[in-house]
């Protein structure tokens, strides 16, 4: 019989996080029964959970700055990997004035929050936090994306970002009874959609197997999430709700600090060895930072698990270019939020933009749209073109009532024909500014229209982010379309620098999901499929079966 030990699931080491201090207005300590108990005021979560949105939304941690800064350096790093870091880079400084924030896809507010048992406050502690995120997406400029269900089809915008998703947990480490410790996220519909959960079993479990499994699933991301991604791959789990929960958090380095050895209690742990494995293979798929190269990651943290013995759960996920995560603290000196990097000019290095203008091909968007695809046609697909005048903005739910238009007999409209349409839904615009941080969506979403609507006369240049499928490139060669990739992640830097205009064309009453029409000037973009049926990511995308072992046998 074995005696009983305990451990954690996931034990975790001393925390590191450099914090800054918000002040300790609103937390007290009192005694009783021998013991300290830490007193915590509502308005203390609020104002914590306000300035935690704030921040992330703003700033970068500066360890994701410097791997930024790392890609410009490297010499195996593509132009088009250097080209994306730089425009990344300069993102971040724009956004980290406190005006537009980093993407234009503000996210869903996520807390992670564990109460030591020692830690008093009134209750409710969800709808405090969730007063402090409901004020931050009020006051500054974000996008409210959070869609109530009204019946089982329709929905209605909530118009606040809320309900944000919060979790509490009792916090039983020894040391922190007094303590409250919070995870805040914001996290995108482009990066959360790239979470995946696959149910295997013992056949995966060894080096040649699992190498195949993950040269497939993970070129399956694509880049629609914006990358260099953060990836996180979790082996394992007591369930398959948890092995998920545990990927999150492991793409946020939350979990950098657990063990990364096992031990016959079962507790989790980082296998160091297969991170830096899996970070070879992304490097040598070829898709790079979005448009070809080395920088397809920045890093991985792979979690192992134990299982039941029938189950293996495999969970992937991924932190995208917009790494909004933040950790906090209440303790008994005050309240504490990690301390993101407000000055990111130092990681800028010495590059000037010029030194990537060699095979840039500018475009004038003004022109007739048959003058546009004749330009197009011209270029082999991954050309870096330079684009210039209007475009129409059109997402999700205006593609949906210009199909039921189509259906119905009514013609295409002709903004449709006359432009590129670019798949993209802005944040608020701040006073003064022509545009709110304006970057793209992700173009997948859109793919079942694109036949309809180019054999109607529309769609026949595409602008947005991350690859398409088969459908769209037949549908592309069939009726003479072009698809441009537009960098992920740069939706602050677009709107400052390359949105000149933006009104609203049709639908107003969609919000941010109307028909918008803007003006350009050098907004950059690849050519990612032509009318030839030519696919840049056709080929970095397929699945490529190998034998080649990886980890430890």
Not at 443 to 455: I, N, T
Request: aromatic share 8%.
């Amino acid at each position: 019989m074995t005696d009983f030990t305990y451990t954690d699931l996931l034990p975790m080491g001393p925390d590191e996080t450099p914090y800054r201090f918000l002040g300790a207005e609103g937390v007290s300590t009192m005694s009783a029964g021998g013991r300290t108990f830490l007193q915590v005021e509502p308005e203390v979560l609020s104002r914590l959970a306000y300035e935690a949105i704030r921040d992330i939304q703003h700033l970068l941690r500066p360890g994701h700055l410097a791997q930024l800064a790392k890609i410009l350096s490297d010499p195996e790093a593509s132009p088009n990997d250097r080209f994306v870091a730089l425009d990344l880079l300069k993102n971040a400084n724009i956004s980290a004035g406190g005006v537009l924030p980093m993407c234009q896809d503000t996210g869903t507010a996520i807390v992670m929050g564990k109460r030591g048992q020692h830690v008093l406050t009134p209750g409710e502690d969800e709808m405090h936090l969730s007063r402090g995120i409901y004020d931050a997406y009020r006051v500054l400029n974000l996008r409210y994306s959070q869609m109530a269900p009204m019946t089982m089809w329709e929905e209605r915008n909530t118009g606040t970002n809320l309900p944000a998703q919060i979790e509490l947990y009792a916090n039983t480490h020894h040391g922190q009874e007094a303590e409250y410790h919070l995870l805040f996220m914001a996290k995108g519909g482009g990066s959360a959609n790239k979470s995946l959960l696959f149910q295997e079993t013992k056949a995966v479990l060894n080096p040649t197997g699992l190498r195949k499994f993950l040269d497939e699933k993970l070129r399956s991301l694509g880049t629609a999430a914006c990358p260099p991604y953060h990836l996180a791959v979790v082996i394992g789990g007591t369930s398959a709700e948890y092995a998920l929960k545990t990927a999150k958090y492991a793409s946020a380095r939350y979990y950098d600090s657990v063990p990364v050895h096992g031990s016959p209690s079962g507790h989790g742990f980082r296998d160091i060895e297969m991170e830096a494995e899996i970070l070879k293979m992304t490097q040598e798929f070829g898709i790079g930072a979005q448009f070809g190269g080395k920088y397809f990651c920045h890093d991985v943290r792979v979690i192992r698990l134990p299982r039941h013995g029938a189950s293996l759960p495999i969970a992937i996920a991924v932190s995208c270019s917009a790494d909004r995560q933040a950790l906090a603290k209440i303790t008994a000196e005050g309240v504490f939020l990690e301390q993101l990097e407000r000055d990111p000019v130092h990681f800028m290095p010495d590059v000037h933009e010029e030194e990537f203008d060699g095979d840039v091909v500018r475009i004038d968007l003004s022109q007739p749209m048959d003058v546009i695809r004749t330009q197009l046609s011209a270029l082999p697909v991954k050309t870096r073109v330079s684009l210039t005048g209007p475009m129409v903005v059109a997402r999700d739910i205006a593609h949906a009532r210009i199909k039921e238009m189509l259906d119905r007999g009514e013609e295409m409209p002709q903004y449709m024909r006359d432009h590129a349409v670019y798949y993209a839904g802005p944040a608020k615009t701040p006073e003064g500014y022509a545009s709110g941080s304006f970057g793209p969506t992700t173009a997948g979403r859109m793919d079942a229209y694109v036949d309809q609507f180019q054999k109607a006369g529309g769609s026949h240049v595409m602008l947005a982010k991350g690859n398409r499928s088969a459908a769209v490139t037949n549908a592309c060669r069939e009726n003479g379309g072009f698809y441009l990739g537009s960098i992920g992640g740069p939706a602050a830097r677009l709107a400052k620098d390359n949105i000149k205009k933006v009104e609203v064309l049709d639908f107003p009453e969609l919000g941010m999901e109307a028909v918008w029409r803007i003006e350009v000037e050098d907004f950059p973009a690849f050519v990612v499929v032509d009318d030839k049926g030519n696919d840049f990511f056709a080929e970095t995308l397929r699945t490529v079966a190998t034998t080649i072992p990886v980890g430890k046998p």
